[in-house]
């Protein structure tokens, strides 16, 4: 289970260093592509495979299904970690997340989110100021 929130640095290589209990849960192969709200997001080989399956369903012939699948797979990076733990984030998809070089990075669960550190408290400070107007609705849905 990949849970909390980590601040790192990237380095002049834009390599982020994960700590070390994720990494033993990730393992030494991780994907990262584009999220959906601003941020990267890194799954585990094994997990990417079950996102792959899922996206990989989407009936080509919707154009909506077709953008959802580039989105996903264009951007998409198979990294290997080093002996530090570190990952490499090509620039383009920081570029496309408004990294710099302050990050958070985000366990959620099944994998993680990594964000421009100074947008990640904007988004914590919304998501305090409406997680319980969104949980109420959410539980109303049953």
């Not at 699948?69 to 570029?95: H, I, K, M």
């Not at 669960?109 to 959410?138: C, Q, T």
Request: charged share 35%; aromatic share 4%; proline share 1%.
């Amino acid at each position: 289970m990949l849970l909390g929130e980590h601040e790192h640095t990237l380095d002049d290589k834009n390599r982020l260093t994960l700590p070390a209990r994720l990494r033993e849960q990730l393992g030494e192969r991780v994907v990262v592509t584009a999220g959906l709200d601003g941020c990267l997001v890194a799954y585990a080989h094994d997990e990417w495979e079950r996102q792959v399956a899922r996206i990989r369903e989407l009936d080509t012939l919707s154009r909506e299904s077709r953008m959802m699948q580039r989105y996903v797979f264009a951007s998409a990076v198979v990294g290997d970690l080093d002996r530090q733990g570190r990952v490499v984030l090509p620039a383009s998809l920081l570029e496309s997340a408004g990294i710099e070089r302050e990050v958070t990075v985000a366990g959620m669960y099944d994998h993680l989110e990594i964000w421009d550190r100074a947008k990640w408290r904007d988004h914590r400070r919304e998501l305090e100021g409406s997680a319980e107007h969104v949980a109420e609705r959410i539980a109303n849905r049953d």
